[in-house]
């Protein structure tokens, strides 16, 4: 049982890192630092927003409109810390 812990434990880091990846991603592509007419970059764009935005989008659709600020990948993110945490805490139900 350890086992399925460490591996659940290390999806959620993977989680972590692919939203924290797309956000930077995001920033940069807005900011004009990466062009999105590059193979490699909307590739990686495009795979990440693929990934992610079954996730993203009921999150959206419940929150309301921010001006065009998208509070999606810190709900989703705060959402994966939280799991963690019950984890942690719960952590010897899987020994």
């Not at 930077?24 to 007419?37: K, Y």
């Not at 929150?63 to 942690?88: E, F, H, W």
Request: charge should be positive; aromatic fraction near 12%.
């Amino acid at each position: 049982m350890q086992s399925l812990f460490q591996i659940i434990m290390l999806l959620l880091n993977i989680v972590w890192f692919i939203i924290i990846a797309h956000v930077i991603m995001s920033w940069l592509i807005n900011f004009q630092v990466l062009n999105v007419r590059q193979q490699l970059v909307a590739q990686v764009w495009y795979g990440l927003n693929r990934i992610l935005e079954p996730i993203y989008g009921p999150i959206r659709r419940m929150l309301p409109p921010m001006g065009g600020l998208d509070l999606a990948p810190l709900i989703v993110l705060i959402g994966v810390a939280v799991v963690r945490i019950v984890l942690i805490n719960n952590q010897y139900a899987f020994y």
